[in-house]
Structure formats: structure tokens, C-alpha cells
């Protein structure tokens, strides 16, 4: 850090800039051999009682992994849901034993496909928040993260994939 200005302004700012705004942006964490790369959620409707979370989690080790659990402030309950479509409905399934991670492996949790499942939610999530969570790894262990709370219906490949009453929810 310097609190000097920088003969080469320009450049030189722009670059650090930048640097910094993606460290704002783009939050890692890492236990083990797993990495957890820019974990987000969606701000909730009132009265939503869940909300999903996404990130990419790799598995940069030599033996297979498993996300077995989790936690998080804002919520009394987590599971792990793969999205399928039965019937041209969206529904979602609890990931029985855990969601395995082969060796080199990186599973991207996205809006439609995979998502970690805050359930029993205490509060209503608002955009530009920060939600303090856990992760357990089967072999790894646990590891504390933060989601950014983006924006209601924020990038969600698939119209069916919001929170809506056809999702099964237990
Ligand atoms: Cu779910």
C-alpha cells in the first residue's frame, strides 16, 4: 500500500483499481485441498422462508471429497438440492450422502442446476449484504464463507428456477 502518488498515474491507478475492486467482488476461501470460489445468494421476497446459495467448490487434492453439511447465520436449517424437472416442473431433490467432489474436480452451484438450501430463513435477504456461512467436507473438514447477496432473480439461466411455489421444499 502507498499513500504516494505514482509517476506513472494513469496506468498504475487503473491497475490497482481494478485489483482491488475484484477482491471486493470475487470472494475466495479455502480448507484443505477444497476451494470455494465467489459464493452468492439472491435477496428473498418477503415472506420467503428459503433462499438458494451458489459458488464453485474445487477439489485440487488426489482423493474424492463430499459436502456433507453446512450452516449459516441467517437461516435454521441447510441442505444440499440438485435441480430436476419432472414433467416440465422445476423441483428440487436433497443430494443424498453428500455432493462428491472427484479429484480435480469443480462443480459450479448455479441457479437451475445445483444450489446449498438456507432453510428456516430468520430474515429477509437484501441485495449488497453479507451472509456469514459454514461448509463441512467430509474430509476437509469445515470452513467459514460469506455469500454476497445479489439481486432478486439475479443471473438465473432457467425462467423456472425462482423460488416459486413448485419447488418442493420440506
Ligand atoms: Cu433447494
Redesign the pocket.
Known amino acids: 500500500m502507498t499513500r504516494q502518488s505514482f509517476p506513472l498515474a494513469g496506468f498504475l491507478f487503473a491497475l490497482a483499481l481494478s485489483i482491488g475492486a475484484s477482491d471486493a467482488i470475487a470472494e475466495d476461501y479455502s480448507v484443505g485441498t477444497i476451494a470455494i470460489g465467489n459464493p452468492w445468494t439472491r435477496a428473498t421476497p418477503k415472506g420467503a422462508t ?1 433462499a ?1 446459495g451458489y459458488m464453485t467448490i474445487s477439489n485440487k487434492g488426489s482423493a474424492s471429497d463430499r459436502l456433507v453439511g453446512g450452516s449459516s447465520a441467517i437461516a435454521g436449517g441447510f ?1 444440499v ?1 440438485r435441480a430436476v424437472m419432472e414433467q416440465g416442473v422445476a423441483k ?1 431433490r436433497p443430494v443424498e450422502g453428500g455432493l462428491e467432489v472427484k479429484p480435480g474436480e469443480t462443480i459450479e452451484l448455479k441457479p437451475g442446476v445445483l ?1 446449498v ?1 438456507f432453510t428456516r430463513l430468520k430474515q429477509p435477504l437484501e441485495k449488497g449484504q453479507k451472509v456469514k456461512g459454514s461448509l463441512e467436507f467430509e474430509k476437509a473438514g469445515k470452513v467459514d464463507i460469506e455469500y454476497a447477496v445479489e439481486a432478486v432473480g439475479a443471473p438465473s439461466p432457467s425462467p423456472k428456477s425462482s423460488p416459486d411455489p413448485a ?1 418442493h421444499h420440506h
Open positions: 428459503v438458494g441442505e438440492h428440487m444450489h438450501m419447488m
